[in-house]
């Protein structure tokens, strides 16, 4: 019995000895964390341009970003609005990101050209064939992308934004930017579907509201109206220097040209407010 002790006691001096002799780990310094992101500041507003805004006979809303330096300008931009065809780029996402990938050439061939009369003539028969693909192959591909987007306030093809709002499909200007710089950054669907939609864009034959007064200048856009007085254009000017967004949405009962005329001069003070003098 003390020979098993004197045996506990040896095996436990050495165990300790080897345990104090091992390395321990040293401890890892807290690595230095990255300063917050700054939001770019909004750019200044000239008096005449807001006072342009407020004297529109209707609803009106602008949000405009120079996508190199992030300055923008807000004015009324988080209001609802209907989209009109300014819809049809939240499908043709919903179609190349959710749908596209799972269907044969034949079916991939079909929707490039259905997308194609979106874009570029805002073929309305075209927008309800691929709505209709939506609804039987993924219909919740819209919801999934306004949740990819974040976008809180818009709403396509709902029922729910019709009992709220009388339009079955509602935005924001600035929520319709954000699907514009989507589609424009080439990361949400990659670099080819995103510039076969940038190239349709730029071919429309639409050149009344943003292009008007741009002079040679690229601008890729899509316009929607309704006949009860919505016209709305959200696009993208680019001079080689900067890009610059604009999306405005308006709703008046003069005549049409009214806002036409509206957006087109509109659309020239964001950019002359935005773009590297």
């Not at 909004?42 to 529109?56: E, H, K, L, S």
């Not at 044969?104 to 309305?124: F, H, P, R, T």
């Amino acid at each position: 019995m003390v020979q098993l002790k004197k045996i506990f006691i040896l095996f436990s001096i050495i165990l300790l000895t080897l345990t104090a002799c091992v390395k321990q780990p040293a401890k890892q310094p807290d690595l230095p964390k990255s300063p917050p992101q700054q939001a770019a500041p909004a750019a200044p507003i000239p008096p005449d341009f807001t006072q342009y805004v407020n004297n529109f006979k209707g609803q009106a809303g602008l949000y405009a970003k120079n996508l190199t330096t992030g300055q923008t300008i807000s004015i009324n931009s988080d209001e609802i609005f209907a989209t009109a065809s300014t819809h049809k780029l939240v499908v043709a996402l919903a179609v190349y990101k959710y749908i596209y990938p799972e269907v044969a050439v034949a079916k991939k061939q079909e929707y490039d050209q259905l997308i194609k009369k979106m874009m570029v003539i805002s073929d309305n028969p075209a927008f309800y064939e691929l709505l209709n693909e939506i609804e039987q192959r993924r219909p919740a591909a819209l919801t999934q992308v306004l949740q990819d987007l974040e976008l809180t306030k818009t709403r396509i093809h709902s029922d729910d934004a019709f009992k709220q709002y009388n339009y079955h499909s509602v935005t924001t200007p600035h929520e319709m930017a954000i699907v514009l710089e989507t589609i424009y950054q080439e990361q949400y669907l990659g670099r080819e579907m995103s510039a076969i939609l940038k190239e349709e864009l730029a071919k429309t034959i639409f050149k009344e509201e943003i292009p008007r007064h741009m002079k040679n200048n690229k601008v890729l856009h899509k316009v929607g109206q309704l006949p009860d007085g919505v016209l709305n254009d959200v696009g993208i000017v680019d001079d080689g220097k900067n890009p610059i967004l604009i999306s405005a949405f308006t709703k008046t009962e003069q005549p049409p040209d009214y806002a036409s005329d509206f957006l087109a001069q509109l659309a020239v003070k964001a950019y002359d407010a935005l773009r590297s003098k």
